[in-house]
């Protein structure tokens, strides 16, 4: 087969195999028109972050347009039409057939939503999804490591557990590291796995320095908060033997081919191709589509362009986003034989 052949094969699989991505921030899927369409019928000023598209310069902007979005959808109804878009716009870009949303609970409950308001209106969408486009979904209850006490946290994972679906079926934690390390929440988690919720976590993030997110957050993730996978992981290039250590562990890492800031983004790439070289279990993530202006086609093509992987890597990273997923075991395997169908028409 010629190079040509074999890039436009790829691009192919990259569209139409069906995938899970496993890090992906509700809030960071907004569609603009939705939010402006939302923002405007719950009476919310957008910033210039986010009146005329998503414009931000800076991680600090990044999140006024976070904040904003979380005080304008606070309506049931409008909880449950972003969770329903977010799953019908990956499945339309790239066969996202399962897609797990980090729903960072709090930032609706400061503008007064009830906690449970805001979990009925989200697995509503998800449902709605699933009875009419087929795909499939999983909550992450993520909490804001920044603001968020270690009782606070407990709290959360008590009106999780309370909450009581099995869409809702995890607890993560967002935001910068340095400003809420990994071990201010060991009581949280091992209440949740106690109570039978999965864990994930972001550590090491490459949008913050090594100091801030060290290496060791990932020992302190797997050994202290037992999480089942990671997010991000850029900075473990820094340490070679835990990088070396996670990789015998089998950790999967939702790496994010795309951030916030520009400027980081071929560093955070270069990171993910070392990271695949040590190793580890590594699966394709969007982080915020719709605010960053990508897509999940995207990420998996600027990647595979970049590192020169093909369709076996391709596949490999696929498969692990299902093997990783909190999908039941029957709708895993269900879904890992559809991929195997998908790559099998391709050859
Ligand atoms: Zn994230």
Redesign the pocket.
């Known amino acids: 087969m010629t190079a040509d052949a074999e890039r436009a094969l790829l691009a192919q699989a990259i569209a139409t195999v069906p995938k899970a991505e496993l ?1 992906c ?1 509700y809030m960071g899927t907004v569609r603009h028109a939705t939010l402006v369409e939302i923002a405007g019928a719950t009476g919310i000023e957008l910033p210039p972050s986010c009146r005329d598209g998503y414009r931000f310069a800076s991680f600090p902007e990044f999140l006024e347009v976070f904040d904003t979005a979380g005080r304008a959808i606070t309506r049931e109804e409008d909880l449950a039409r972003v969770a329903y878009e977010a799953l019908e716009d990956g499945l339309n870009d790239a066969n996202v057939i399962h897609r797990e949303l ?1 729903v960072e609970v709090q930032a609706h409950v400061r503008a007064g939503v009830p906690f449970r308001r805001v979990l009925d209106g989200v697995t509503a969408g998800i449902r709605r999804a699933h009875r009419t486009l087929g795909v499939t979904s999983r909550v992450l209850v993520a909490l804001d490591r920044g603001t968020t006490s270690a009782e606070e946290a407990v709290e959360f994972v008590k009106q999780t557990v309370d909450y009581g679906d099995e869409l809702v079926c995890g607890l993560a934690l ?1 935001g910068a590291e340095g400003d809420g390390p990994p071990e201010r929440f060991a009581a949280a988690f091992q209440l949740a796995e106690r109570e039978g919720l999965r864990r994930a976590n ?1 550590v090491c993030e490459d949008n913050q320095s090594i100091e801030r997110a060290p290496a060791a957050n990932y020992l302190t993730s797997r050994d202290l908060l037992r999480c089942e996978r990671y ?2 992981g850029n900075n473990l290039v820094s340490d070679p033997e835990v990088l070396a250590e996670a990789a015998r562990d089998g950790a999967v890492f939702n790496v ?1 081919t795309f951030t916030s800031a520009e400027g980081r983004r071929a560093s955070r790439r270069a990171s993910i191709r070392v990271m695949k070289d040590a190793g580890l279990r590594l699966t394709v993530n969007s ?2 589509p719709a605010m960053f202006g990508v897509t999940v086609r995207d990420c998996y093509q600027t990647l595979f362009d970049e590192s020169g992987w093909g369709l076996h890597e391709l596949r490999e990273m696929i498969e692990n986003g299902f093997e990783a997923s909190w999908l039941s075991e029957t709708e895993r395997r269900a879904a890992l034989a559809r991929v195997d169908a998908a790559f099998t028409a391709l050859a």
């Open positions: 890090h921030h980090h967002s972001h997010d991000h994010v982080d915020d």
